[in-house]
């Protein structure tokens, strides 16, 4: 008996010790460090705006440091999952419009109703976007700004094709694509417009466009509406629109290659994406870059588009929420705001919007179901899948509608 | 444990309990305890917490509250009734069969080839081998993702300069078969140096006058090599299936990183990426530790047929 008392004696003392060295490990605490998690598009697009909030807010708490990580929108909310289980979040995050609403259900982010006069322009905030970061009738995240999405083109080429004016129809902007493909058929695999086959932010447009919708609620449960006839038709047309405009592949998604590199290499007549694209079509087609809103297929009208956003949200379990909220208030600063509006980007408040082009274009703009479980219809890719079955051309589209219209409604209800 | 009950002298009435006595029965005991605490720190108390996890309901919310709910094996039913679970249960076992079988006829046949080849080319072979080896799968992805990537990759470049086909803006993930086709080549191409050069080891226990014997008696080379190499072979052939079998059955990173979150989906899951994505991404913990569950008891079943059929041939030895 005495053997074996003393082998658990020694168990016990080295599991003590581990016990002791991890605990020890873990709870180290972060002194007077304000962490921050941004997107990457502030560090590539607008860097000086980050560092003038932080030194701003350095101004005001002396002795305090502003961490700030940059995160990549694939990855960062599996991050962000797993900070909350070791309870070592962030004090500042900022979420996509769309991601919201499932974080918020689930009591991930601090009320900062308390702190809104504190914002600047929070009375003008964005109506869309103000209510991506509102559950409950309580706020949970502050507009950071939103983007709509345009058409990026290179004005020599449609100068050589004959082209005079930015297209007013969908119509009138097909014939000028196949001028375009004409004018460029030596260049190798040159898309007149180079849009990504699975890119849904600009398929889903043409399915607003001609008056559908993903997902629609009735009698209090979500359905999938991509089936309806309003919507295949609009399928359609973007089927039929990428067909004549882009050679990326049926598969490919609108990250990867970012498209302004295939435009800066010469490859892409415009491409469609957020305004700031402008800012990386290469140094050879910096002259030679415009933009114009996507025209619908109604004359004269624009194509409703995505529009998307940020906002930036406390995470409940960080120690500093009102430094947290603080921070906040110095990024989305009148002058920070006009700041990331030069950029391109759409300020946080209608007080502050101009009449730029992708200004222009949020006038008409769809957003996705506002719906708990819509995050999950993202991470599951079914309307990307949807989309690649249509191009391949191995369903057609009521049938890739119907089966991706079906999964969305189960997903959505939660099943 | 066999050795400590072999060395613990056996305690008898006779024997008074001296303290030296205790001292020298204790110290096998002394010996296994840190291997007993490690395995008890990095591995039982983990695989209890994934247990408790899977009989618990376990969301996002749960997860910021820190605190579950149990519902019994609901989690482990939903997951043996979701069509998905078969589907991929079947694709990776395919795939499995697909990899090891590729990695174990690849790393055998290049062994062989070590054993032929004069010493510099052995030197020059066996340092290609050592620096696949070292090479970082994240890194070896990206290698990857560059060569097939269908803006200028130039795989589809020679591809198509060979007539092969136009492959010129060709996605390599855009259907199923190709996609896992693309993952299998970096998993063998990754695999095999250690294949190769733990059969290159064995070989050299092959007896040469064995060899000999049987070629005097006009075996033909693959008669020897079935007849007299691959016997003794046979144990290390087994442990490198297996331990192969482990690895490509989880695998994760390769094809998630190769086939890239965008364009996964049921249609390619193997089951780590079921694993993944209905866990944690869907933020239903319980649900994915059920299913890691599932997996553990699959691997564990193959396992142990494994570690008998090792047992057995150290029996007849």
Redesign the interface.
């Known amino acids: 008996m ?2 074996r008392m ?2 658990a004696a ?2 016990a003392v ?2 003590g010790v ?1 016990a002791a060295t991890a605990s020890a490990g873990v709870h180290r605490a972060q002194a007077n460090k304000l962490t921050v998690w941004l997107q990457v598009d502030a560090q590539s697009g607008w860097p000086d705006v980050v560092a003038a909030a932080n030194a701003q807010f350095q101004q005001d708490h002396p002795g305090w440091s502003v961490d700030v990580q940059y995160q990549n929108w ?2 960062h909310l ?1 991050k962000f ?1 797993a900070t ?2 070791g309870g070592n979040t962030p004090d500042v995050i900022e979420m996509g419009n769309t991601e919201m609403t ?2 918020m ?4 982010f601090a009320d900062i109703t308390s702190f809104k006069g504190s914002f600047a322009n929070s009375s003008n905030w964005l109506s869309g976007l103000a209510k991506s970061g509102l559950y409950g009738g309580k706020i949970y995240g502050v507009p950071y700004y939103a983007g709509s999405r345009v058409v990026t083109y290179r004005t020599d080429l449609w100068n050589k094709a004959g082209i005079k004016t930015a297209p007013k129809s969908l119509a009138q902007f097909t014939a000028d694509i196949h001028r375009l493909a004409v004018q460029n058929a030596k260049v ?2 040159f898309s007149p417009v180079y849009t990504a086959g ?1 890119d849904w932010y600009f398929a889903m447009s043409f399915v607003y466009d001609f008056g559908g919708s993903i997902a629609r609620t009735h009698a209090g449960k979500w359905v999938g509406n991509l089936d309806s006839k309003a919507s295949i038709a609009g399928l359609t047309a973007w089927k039929n629109f990428y067909k004549a405009a882009s ?7 609108e ?3 970012p498209p302004y590199n ?1 435009f800066s290499q010469g490859q892409a007549g415009s491409i469609v994406g957020p305004g700031w694209f402008s800012c990386c079509t290469g140094t050879k087609y910096k002259a030679v870059t415009a933009q114009f809103v996507m025209p619908s297929h109604v004359n004269g009208k624009p194509m409703p588009g995505f529009l998307g956003g940020s906002d930036l949200a406390v995470p ?2 960080s120690g500093n929420k009102a430094l947290g909220a603080d921070w906040i208030k110095d990024f989305t600063s009148t002058s920070a705001e006009k700041a990331l509006q030069a950029k391109g980007n759409i300020p946080n408040a209608t007080s502050l919007l101009g009449t730029s082009v992708n200004e222009r274009a949020a006038a008409r703009s769809w957003f996705v179901p506002a719906a708990k479980h819509w995050v ?1 219809v993202e ?4 309307l ?2 949807m989309l ?1 079955q249509i191009l ?1 051309g191995k369903l057609s589209v009521a049938q890739a509608a119907a089966s991706a219209s079906d999964n969305i409604t189960s997903v959505l209800n939660g099943a | 444990m066999a050795v400590a009950a072999e060395t613990t002298p056996r305690w008898s009435r006779r024997h008074r ?1 001296s303290w030296a006595n ?1 001292r020298r ?2 110290v096998p ?2 010996l296994l ?2 291997v ?2 490690a395995l ?2 990095i591995l039982g108390y983990p695989i209890y917490s994934l247990v408790r996890l899977s009989l618990q309901h376990y ?3 749960e ?3 820190h605190k579950g709910q149990y519902v019994g094996l609901k989690n482990f039913g939903s997951v043996l009734h979701d069509q998905i679970f078969w589907h991929t249960l079947v694709r990776t076992i395919v795939f499995t069969v697909v990899n090891v079988g590729l990695t174990i006829v690849g790393g055998t046949a290049i062994a062989l080839l070590l054993v032929k080849v004069s010493g510099w080319v052995r030197i020059l072979l066996t340092s290609g081998l050592v620096l696949v080896w070292s090479m970082p799968q994240v890194v070896a992805v990206q290698v990857w993702n560059w060569m097939t ?3 200028n990759g130039v795989v589809n470049y020679v591809l198509t300069e060979l007539h092969v086909g136009n492959y ?4 390599f ?2 259907s199923t078969f190709s996609a896992l086709g693309l993952v299998t080549t970096l998993i063998v191409w990754g695999a095999l140096p250690f294949v190769a050069i733990t059969l290159y080891a064995a070989l050299s226990q092959v007896p040469g006058e064995l060899v000999e014997a049987a070629e005097i008696d006009g075996a033909r080379p693959w008669r020897v090599f079935l007849d007299v190499t691959l016997p003794i072979l046979r144990p290390v052939l087994l442990i490198l299936t297996s331990l192969s079998i482990l690895w490509d059955f989880g695998v994760f990173t390769q094809p998630y990183l190769l086939i ?6 049921p249609s390619n899951y193997l089951m780590g990426i079921y694993l993944f ?1 209905e866990g ?4 239903d913990y319980g649900r994915g530790a059920a299913i890691s569950i599932l997996m553990l008891l699959l691997v564990g079943a193959l396992s142990f047929v494994y570690v008998r059929r090792m047992v057995r041939i150290g029996e007849a030895e």
């Open positions: 005495k053997t003393l082998v020694i168990v080295s599991l581990v694939g990855d599996q999952d909350l289980a499932k974080y259900a689930a009591g991930a190798k695999s699975t050679k990326a592949p049926s598969t490919s998604d990250n990867n290659p295939v409940a379990p999950d991470n599951g890719n079914i990307r899948n690649a391949i | 309990l205790v029965g204790s005991y002394v305890a840190p007993v605490v008890a720190a969301t996002l919310f997860l910021i509250a990537n269908f803006q010129y803006g060709h996605d993930t855009q890239r979150q965008v364009h996964i989906h994505e944690y991404l869907k933020s």
